[in-house]
Every structure is written in structure tokens, then in C-alpha cells.
């Protein structure tokens, strides 16, 4: 369950980073809108920051849940290559 969890984050977790870059940076342009002349590149370069945390919050998710699934699946081979050696038979009918 763990490695299927932690697969399903690792693929789920970098469009989802996208998504909120993609809301930051238009919610960055509208702000800019309303904003004074003198203050724009600001809040301009705000949003954009914003949007690249976003970025890199989805991308540092998507790394984590990489190798957490590469240590379950580790542990997965090492445990039945175990049971091979002991001459476990759990699992067969």
C-alpha cells in the first residue's frame, strides 16, 4: 500500500505545482492592475515568487514520495528474495 501511495504522490504532486503556479501568476498579473504605476514591477516580482514556491513545493512533494516509493519497493525485493532463501511459501496456494 505504502509504494502505491507513495507513486500515486510522485506523479499527482508536479501538475499540482504547476496548477498553483499558474494561479499565482495570474492572480500576479491582475494585481497589477490595480496597482500604482511605481509599485507594479513589486508586486509583479511578489507573484512571481509565489508562483515558483509553488513550483518547487510540487516538485520537492514529487522528489520525497520518489524515494520513499524506491525505498518501498527496496525493501519489497529484499523481503521476497528473503523468503525465496528461507523457502517461505506465503502467497502460494
Keep these: 500500500m505504502g509504494l502505491i ?3 500515486a504522490v510522485a506523479v499527482a504532486a508536479p501538475p499540482v505545482g504547476v496548477g498553483v503556479s499558474v494561479l499565482f501568476l495570474g492572480r500576479a498579473f491582475k494585481d497589477t492592475d490595480g496597482a500604482d504605476p511605481s509599485q507594479k514591477a513589486r508586486v509583479l ?3 512571481i515568487s509565489q508562483a515558483m514556491n509553488g513550483a518547487a513545493g510540487g516538485l520537492i512533494v514529487s ?3 520518489v524515494v520513499a516509493a524506491l525505498a518501498f519497493a527496496v525493501r519489497l525485493v529484499r523481503e521476497r528474495r528473503a523468503a ?6 506465503r502467497g502460494s496456494p
Excluded at 525465496?84 to 511459501?89: L, M, P
Design 5 to 7: 501511495l507513495c507513486a
Design 84 to 89: 525465496r532463501a528461507r523457502g517461505d511459501q
Design 63 to 65: 522528489l520525497a514520495a
Design 45 to 47: 516580482a511578489d507573484g
